[in-house]
């Protein structure tokens, strides 16, 4: 029997892919997939910038900018090396298939080229996963590598899975594999973007990276639990999320660079412009915080209209969003969220 992935199709992920679909389906009705080549590059450099930054790569996204455009700049030079290596690896998307395990190869030697002695090889030692100093997670044996590298792929290129979800899936496990002795991470997110814009081509310049390092501490949350309950159900959760949110965010770039004299008309209430007032440049909070800082006492009231207007345009986020009841659940103000205080404000 061929290799299947663990998984579960929740309510949550089909309202997810739902909502995913029909943004896809205005964007190519309106033909808003047609971003301008300014914005696609700034998109690229935005998912360079994001994707080292998770793996704790200093340099901000002007120096990221400079580099990619030959300028001199002041960094260490590892971490340079690093902006160059992703910046070809993703120019280089186009030429790869994403079921191919020489394709995989070739991303990660050009990924980590001139950083790891093992660039483009599978690992041949073990390895673990340390947040803190402490293990979350030990990576399978050495010697399995390359045989469920080739069952994932094979199941890849087989499934029936909708693809949204079936990227979600190939994300997690390739992690879980933990293939290489460096890079997992970057080539990981490069892979999942190209089975997307393999899908769709919009997905290419989708800076979805940017997002995960907002929710980084989510991110890697995820990533644990779906560790803890053996199937990547809360990773799909998560990471469909972020899809949703990075699409509404490039719609609203989008609009504002073709209609720059509407960019107030899309006002949301004042409750909401509240809420993300308060929100912004804070920590996650708790709900009962949130209140108590708006003078608020009556949770519906909250709720129906500050919280749940936010959250559905994706202004703000969950902390926990594949358990919205989490007795835990804190909120926070997402890259949209930010992009829409800056209308508000200038």
């Known amino acids: 029997m061929s290799y299947a992935p663990p998984y579960k199709i929740t309510s949550n992920i089909l309202n997810l892919v739902a909502q995913i679909s029909e943004l896809l389906g205005n964007w190519s009705a309106s033909q808003e997939t047609t971003v301008s080549p300014q914005l696609r590059r700034g998109n690229r450099l935005r998912t360079i910038q994001s994707s080292l930054a998770i793996e704790n790569n200093t340099l901000t996204l002007e120096q990221v900018t400079a580099v990619i455009e030959g300028k001199r700049v002041l960094g260490l030079p590892r971490e340079i090396q690093e902006v160059r290596n992703a910046f070809n690896a993703y120019e280089n998307l186009p030429l790869w298939q994403p079921t191919n395990a020489e394709h995989l190869l070739s991303a990660h030697r050009l990924m980590m080229y001139g950083l790891v002695d093992d660039a483009g090889h599978y690992r041949n030692d073990g390895v673990g996963i340390y947040r803190d100093d402490q293990l979350i997670h030990m990576a399978p044996p050495a010697q399995r590598v390359g045989k469920l ?74 990533l644990s639990e779906s560790d803890k309950s053996g199937e990547s159900t809360s990773f799909i959760v998560f990471m469909l999320n972020a899809l949703l949110m990075t699409m509404k965010e490039v719609s609203l770039t989008h609009q504002q ?55 559905s345009a994706c202004f703000i986020a969950m902390t926990t969003p594949d358990s919205p009841r989490n007795p835990n659940q804190k909120y926070y103000l997402t890259t949209l969220g930010k992009e829409r205080l800056n209308v508000y404000f200038t």
């Open 149 to 222: 590298i080739a069952d994932l792929l094979d199941w890849v290129e087989t499934t029936d899975c909708h693809p949204l979800v079936a990227s979600c899936v190939f994300h997690y496990e390739f992690e879980f594999i933990h293939p290489f002795t460096d890079g997992n991470g970057r080539v990981g997110r490069l892979w999942q973007t190209l089975y997307l814009s393999q899908w769709q081509d919009m997905f290419e310049y989708l800076p979805v990276e940017s997002v995960i390092k907002d929710q980084q501490d989510a991110y890697y949350r995820a």
């Open 257 to 311: 660079e073709h209609n720059p004299s509407d960019q107030v008309n899309d006002q949301v209430s004042d409750q909401v412009k509240a809420l993300l007032t308060w929100l912004n440049n804070k920590e996650p909070q708790k709900l009962s915080v949130i209140m108590t800082a708006l003078s608020l006492k009556h949770r519906p009231t909250f709720k129906n209209n500050y919280l749940k207007p936010a959250l």
